[in-house]
């Protein structure tokens, strides 16, 4: 038998001791975890008065913070849209919603419409949080352009569920395309838009084919087969603690009877609606629910003014009873480094809060 050398031991030692090791059960002392928050001021004794209301500190970890951008089309304001999205990243949301219309759109030729996709893909990546992308009356009028929304993006209609909560985005554009000659009317109108903002609209009145469409449409649809998976989802998902539906189009503005079947099978749960389209912000208030239009980031406002136009970003913190929504109007959500000169709308004075304006704010 062959004898093993002293040396030989004294090198094996290390992997011994590393054998040996494994098979023991490691024991280590559990970190303690460090308190939220502490303060080990001196306190007057017998004192409970302290510089601050309370702790319920706001940081439950099922809380979150997300962000919703409007309309940037329909008559779109250059750059605005670019300067709402670098207005979101200085916000730094856990994600962002839209409520669509991304491009100008109702155009028939294949190359300018994959142009104004390529536009449009060229902004959104300058987003930082993920952005969920809903259709838009600009983005799908066509056959064609709903296959260019399916190249880009997938589905026209689609849900996700986020920390328990449902988010439900809609096609509102869930009906009939424009008829040839329809196109043709349409884009005349577009030409004159470009010329005369303020002539289109008595254009269209007098033209009975765009009257014709636009009755057909402009309510925007929701089908029996979508309306059916929306049934399908509220079913299979019962006990989450909200539901958000996201649409370009607010349906509830028309009588479709497929949304009053979907108001029906949501029952008491809570919910929120949010739509777009008419480039203004409003709210209404139907079976104890929010019913939301919100603001645009770069879409055309009306000519001579409208109530509730601005552009904005909603702010949405959502909290196990139900979401608290704000609006921050865009010219107020100011990067640490941008200091303009005036900024309009920054004295908060006038009619709103019953206090003179020392101040005529100017662009």
């Known amino acids: 038998m062959a004898l093993v050398s002293i040396s030989s031991i004294v090198r094996l030692m290390p992997v ?37 209301t309370h702790l319920n500190f706001r940081n439950d970890p099922n809380d979150f913070q997300f962000a919703i951008v409007g309309d940037r089309s329909g008559g779109k304001r250059d750059g605005v849209f670019e300067a709402v999205l670098a207005k979101v990243n200085a916000l730094q949301p856990e994600f962002t919603m839209s409520i669509g219309d991304y491009m100008e759109g109702y155009t028939f030729e294949p190359d300018e419409l994959a142009a104004r996709w390529t536009e449009v893909d060229g902004f959104m990546r300058k987003l930082e949080s993920p952005l969920f992308l809903v259709v838009g009356n600009h983005d799908i009028f066509d056959t064609a352009s709903e296959a260019l929304w399916r190249k880009h993006a997938g589905l026209p209609r689609y849900h996700f569920v986020y920390k328990d909560v449902l988010f439900i985005a809609l096609n509102t554009e869930d009906g009939r395309y424009a008829t040839p000659e329809e196109r043709v009317e349409l884009n005349k109108a577009l030409a004159i838009m470009k010329d005369d903002p303020k002539a289109v ?12 469409y636009m009755h057909d449409n402009d ?18 998902y019962k006990d989450v603690r909200w539901t958000f539906f996201f649409m370009h189009r607010p349906v509830w503005r028309e009588t479709i009877p497929n949304l009053g079947r979907i108001e029906v099978a949501l029952g008491t749960r809570g919910y929120t609606m949010i739509g777009g389209h008419t480039h203004h912000y409003a709210i209404e208030t139907r079976n104890g629910r929010d019913y939301i239009e919100v603001g645009t980031a770069g879409g055309g406002w009306s000519p001579d003014g409208k109530r509730g136009e ?19 109007v865009a010219t107020g959500i100011l990067p640490k480094d941008k200091v303009p000169e005036r900024v309009t709308g920054a004295e908060l004075c006038g009619e709103a809060y019953s206090l003179p304006c020392r101040y005529q704010r100017t662009e």
């Open 201 to 212: 609209g008595a254009f269209m009145q007098s033209n009975p084919l765009i009257q014709q």
């Open 219 to 236: 309510a925007g649809r929701i089908g029996d087969e979508q309306t059916q998976w929306v049934l399908g989802l509220l079913d299979k």
């Open 16 to 52: 011994l001791l590393a054998v040996a090791a494994c098979g023991e059960a490691k024991q280590e002392a559990p970190t303690p975890e460090k308190p939220t928050f502490q303060s080990k001021e001196a306190w007057p004794e017998g004192s409970d008065a302290r510089p601050w």
């Open 310 to 328: 601005m552009d904005a970003v909603v702010w949405v913190t959502m909290r196990d009873d139900g979401p608290v929504i704000t609006n921050l």
